[in-house]
C-alpha cells in the first residue's frame, strides 16, 4: 500500500513538473515589451536568463522525481574539512584531501548498495577536452618563469601541465580510489592554472546537475539495511570564492536552491569567521524550502575554556542562522576521528588487520588519534586492543548521533525527501508565475482601457487640430492681403512721385546732359532705398502678426 501510494504520488508530481515545462515554455515566448523598445530587461523576474533557471530548477526536479532520489547538498569552507566530512559519512575515502581547495567544480556521491569499490562516471567531458585544446596552446606561448610567478607548481600541476602538452585526455570513466582522486584532483587544478593562464574554465557548461561528475559506492553505514524506494545522493558543493574563484558563489546557490537537503560543515574553531558566514548566508539565501542541518566539525579541539556542545547549538542555532535551524538539528563532531574510526574498523572487519602504515598513510593518523603519540608499530598488531580503541575513537567523535539521526533517516526516508522537494519548488514556482500572470493581466487590462481614453483624446485633439488650423490659415490669408494691398499702394506712390520728379528734369532743355543723368541716378537709388527699408519694416511687421496667430 505505502510503495503504491508513494508511486502514485511520484507519478503526480511528474506530470506536474512537465505541464510547469510547457507551460513556462508559453511564458518564455511571451513579449516582455514593445518591439523596439530598448529598456534593459536584466532586472525582471521572468526575463530570459531567469526563465533559463527556472528550467533547469524543474528539468532538475523532474531527474530526481523519476528516480525518487534525495539529493543532501553539503557546503562548506575550504579549512572546514568538508571532504573528510563527506569521507566519514561515506565510510570510505572517495574524496582526496589536501591543504588546498578541492570542490572547483561540484560532484555526485550516490550509494550504491553492493557497489564496495568507488567507480566515477564523467560523461559530460567534452568542455574539458575543449579547454586542454586552449592551454595547451596557451602553454606553448606563455613565459613559464612568468606562470611561476602567479601559480603554485607542485608535483600535481607539473604532471598535470605535463598532460596537457601531450593531449592526454580526461577518461568517462574511473574504478578504485587512487583513480578518482587523480581525476578529482587534476580537475581542480585545471581550475588553477586556466585561472593562470587566463582562460576561462567552462564552469556554465556543468550547471546542470546530469553534467557533474558521479561517483558511485556502497556507503559502509548504510550497508546491510533493508532496502527502501528511493535514492540518497550526496551534493559535494564549491564552497563561496574556492579557490579564488568569486563566480562559484552562483553555482553554489544554484545547486543549494535545487537540492532536497542541505548539510553545512562549520569549522568550531573559526565559527564567527567571513570565510564560514559566506556559508551562513549562502544557506540563509535558501531559506524554508530546504531542511537545514548543520556539523560543527573540528569538535575535539575543544578545551576546557572552549564553548561546549550546547553552547555552540546556541550560538548557531539563536546568533549565527537567525533563528532559522533548531538546535537538533546541529551536531558538533569531528570528521577525522569519524572517518579514522571507522575506516579502522571496516579494515578490521573485511581484513581481519590494519594495513602497514608505510603503505596507507591514514593508518599513522589513525593511530596517533587511538593510540596517542607514544604508539608504536607494535601496538597495531593488538588487534583486540585496536578494535577497542577504534571503537572509543567512534565514540568520541560524536559521529554515531548524525549518522543514525540524518543519513539513515534520509535513506529510508529518501523518497519522500524526492517528493517534498518537488511538491514544494512546483508550489513555489506556482505562486510566482500566478504572480507574475496576475500582474501582466492586471496590467494588460489597465493598459487596454488607457489606449481607448487615449485614442478618443486623439480624436478629439484631431478635430480640434483641424479647426484651429482652418481658423489661422484664414487668420493668415487676412493678414498677408493686407499686406500686399499695402505693398501694392506704398509702390504707386513711389513710382508716381519718381515719375513727376523725372518729368521735371526733362523741362529743361539747358542743362547739360550728364547733369541729367547724374540727377536720374540719384533720385532712382533714393527711390530703392526708400522702397528697400519701407518693404523691411512692412515684413517684419507681418512676421510678428503672424507668429501672434
Known amino acids: 500500500m505505502y510503495t503504491q501510494t508513494l508511486y502514485e ?22 513579449p516582455l515589451s514593445v518591439p523596439g523598445d530598448d529598456v534593459p530587461q536584466l532586472a525582471l523576474p521572468w526575463s530570459q536568463p531567469n526563465i ?32 573528510t566530512t563527506i569521507n566519514a559519512i561515506v565510510g570510505t575515502e572517495v574524496l582526496p584531501n589536501r591543504n588546498r581547495p578541492m570542490t572547483a567544480l561540484p560532484a555526485l556521491i550516490r550509494h550504491m548498495p553492493g557497489q564496495k569499490e568507488p567507480v566515477l562516471h564523467f560523461s559530460h567531458v567534452a568542455p574539458i577536452d575543449c579547454l586542454i585544446q586552449k592551454l595547451q596552446q596557451r602553454l606553448r606561448d606563455c613565459d613559464i618563469k612568468h606562470l611561476t610567478d602567479v601559480l603554485e607548481i607542485d608535483k600535481d600541476m607539473r604532471a598535470l601541465m605535463q598532460r596537457i602538452e601531450n593531449g592526454v585526455a580526461f577518461e568517462k570513466y574511473y574504478l578504485g580510489a587512487q583513480p578518482i582522486f587523480h581525476c578529482l584532483k587534476s580537475l581542480n587544478d585545471l581550475v588553477r592554472l586556466a585561472k593562470a593562464l587566463d582562460v576561462d574554465f567552462p564552469f556554465s557548461a556543468y550547471a546542470a546537475i546530469e553534467h557533474i561528475p558521479v561517483i558511485e559506492v556502497e556507503f559502509v553505514h548504510l550497508a546491510g539495511l533493508e532496502s527502501y524506494p528511493g535514492q540518497l545522493t550526496l551534493l559535494d558543493t564549491p564552497g563561496p570564492n574556492e579557490a579564488g574563484q568569486p563566480h562559484l558563489q552562483k553555482m553554489l546557490n544554484q545547486q543549494l536552491a535545487r537540492a532536497s537537503a542541505v548539510l553545512a560543515v562549520l569549522d568550531y574553531t573559526q565559527l564567527k569567521s567571513i570565510s564560514d558566514e559566506e556559508v551562513r548566508e549562502a544557506i540563509l539565501a535558501v531559506g524554508q524550502s530546504v531542511p537545514l542541518y548543520v556539523l560543527v566539525n573540528k569538535f575535539d579541539q575543544q578545551d576546557r575554556n572552549s564553548d561546549d556542545a550546547d553552547q555552540v547549538r546556541a550560538l548557531i542555532s539563536g546568533t549565527l542562522m537567525k533563528g532559522c535551524i533548531t538546535p537538533q538539528q546541529i551536531f558538533p563532531v569531528s570528521s577525522m576521528w569519524g572517518y579514522l574510526a571507522n575506516r579502522a574498523r571496516h579494515e578490521l572487519a573485511n581484513n581481519g588487520k590494519l594495513p602497514p602504515p608505510e603503505q596507507q598513510r591514514w593508518v599513522e593518523d589513525f593511530a596517533h588519534a587511538a593510540l596517542g603519540r607514544r604508539w608504536r608499530h607494535a601496538d597495531l598488531a593488538d588487534l583486540e586492543h585496536i ?32 517528493l517534498r ?105 533714393t527711390a530703392q532705398n526708400t522702397i528697400s527699408r519701407d518693404f523691411t519694416l512692412r515684413f517684419a511687421e507681418l512676421e510678428s502678426t503672424l507668429c501672434r496667430v
Open 9 to 30: 504520488l511520484s507519478q503526480e508530481a511528474e506530470r506536474l513538473l512537465q505541464l510547469s515545462r510547457q507551460q513556462l515554455q508559453l511564458l518564455e515566448k511571451m
Open 52 to 83: 533559463a533557471e527556472r528550467h533547469a530548477m524543474l528539468n532538475n526536479e523532474l531527474r530526481k522525481i523519476s528516480r525518487l532520489e534525495m539529493v543532501l547538498a553539503i557546503v562548506g569552507t575550504m579549512k572546514a574539512g568538508k571532504s
Open 387 to 418: 578494535r577497542h580503541a577504534a571503537d572509543q575513537l567512534w565514540e568520541d567523535s560524536l559521529f554515531a548521533k548524525p549518522i543514525q539521526a540524518l543519513l539513515h533517516a534520509a535513506y529510508a526516508n529518501a523518497s519522500l525527501y524526492a
Open 421 to 525: 522537494s518537488a511538491a514544494h519548488k512546483l508550489l513555489n514556482y506556482a505562486q510566482q508565475a500566478r504572480e507574475y500572470l496576475d500582474f501582466r493581466a492586471h496590467g494588460l487590462n489597465v493598459a487596454c482601457e488607457q489606449l481607448r481614453q487615449n485614442i478618443h483624446q486623439i480624436e478629439e485633439s484631431l478635430q480640434l487640430l483641424q479647426l484651429n488650423q482652418a481658423q489661422v490659415s484664414g487668420e493668415i490669408k487676412h493678414e498677408i492681403e493686407l499686406a500686399l494691398t499695402s505693398a501694392n499702394y506704398f509702390l504707386r506712390q513711389q513710382q508716381d512721385a519718381v515719375n513727376a520728379q523725372l518729368a521735371a528734369l526733362f523741362q529743361d532743355d539747358s542743362e547739360p546732359l550728364s547733369e541729367i543723368r547724374t540727377r536720374c541716378e540719384t533720385l532712382l537709388q
